[in-house]
T-cell receptor
Framework: KAGVTQTPRYLIKTRGQQVTLSCSPI?????VSWYQQTPGQGLQFLFE???????NKGNFPGRFSGRQFSNSRSEMNVSTLELGDSALYLC?????????????FGPGTRLTVT | DAKTTQPPSMDCAEGRAANLPCNHS???????VYWYRQIHSQGPQYIIH???NNETNEMASLIITEDRKSSTLILPHATLRDTAVYYC???????????????FGQGTILTVHP
């Protein structure tokens, strides 16, 4: 079955602009999580959505937001971009129910803020 | 979630076994050990997980000490394609208050050389 897809794969934005990234989970998966990866901070959890509801959130400013649609696809938005937002943004999906599950990651969106 | 400690880097010759250690001395009885790896500029990939018994799948073996305070991921016949950052993560089964959140440390950079 198809894996997790993320669009776009690469993006260049200017400071102060906003950006929207998209993630399509594996079919049947209802949970989508987002992570930011930078050389200095490593992989950091942003938030997780399940059935259109945010059910967990990391320690990021309010400029970072997300949403999930009824088909489980998810978007994340970063407003008022800063240079430090340059990073690889990854999403991951799994079924969303309790248990021991592997999570599947997408290839990521590389965001460069100039 | 319990904290993990991994060596920052390791080398391995192609065709030989790669043994990647992870210390998790504060692990709780209901926490699992998960291993993921990230090949350069790709999303992390699930490898294996275990609770207290040794586990093996088509990718690797996981050896957990009897006191569960440390574990070793074994790649039995490393290839150049196994060069990646390997992350050891300790957490409860998905669900509960952290749901699907994965907390990544710095991981171990494994370099497989010819």
């Amino acid at each position: 079955k198809a894996g997790v897809t993320q669009t776009p794969r690469y993006l260049i934005k200017t400071r102060g602009q906003q950006v929207t990234l998209s993630c399509s989970p594996i079919s049947g998966h209802r949970s989508v999580s987002w992570y930011q990866q930078t050389p200095g901070q490593g992989l950091q959890f942003l938030f997780e959505y399940f059935s259109e509801t945010q059910r967990n959130k990391g320690n990021f400013p309010g400029r970072f937001s997300g949403r999930q649609f009824s088909n489980s696809r998810s978007e994340m938005n970063v407003s008022t971009l800063e240079l430090g937002d340059s990073a690889l943004y990854l999403c991951a999906s799994y079924s969303g129910t309790s248990g021991v599950y592997e999570q599947y990651f997408g290839p990521g969106t590389r965001l460069t803020v100039t | 979630d319990a904290k993990t400690t991994q060596p920052p880097s390791m080398d391995c010759a192609e065709g030989r076994a790669a043994n990647l250690p992870c210390n998790h001395s504060t692990i709780s009885g209901n926490e699992y050990v998960y291993w993921y790896r990230q090949i350069h500029s790709q999303g992390p990939q699930y490898i294996i997980h275990g609770l207290k018994n040794n586990e093996t799948n088509e990718m690797a073996s996981l050896i957990i000490t009897e006191d569960r305070k440390s574990s070793t991921l074994i790649l039995p016949h490393a290839t150049l394609r196994d060069t990646a950052v390997y992350y050891c993560i300790v957490r409860v089964a998905t669900g509960g208050t952290s749901y699907g959140k994965l907390t990544f440390g710095q991981g171990t950079i494994l370099t497989v050389h010819p």
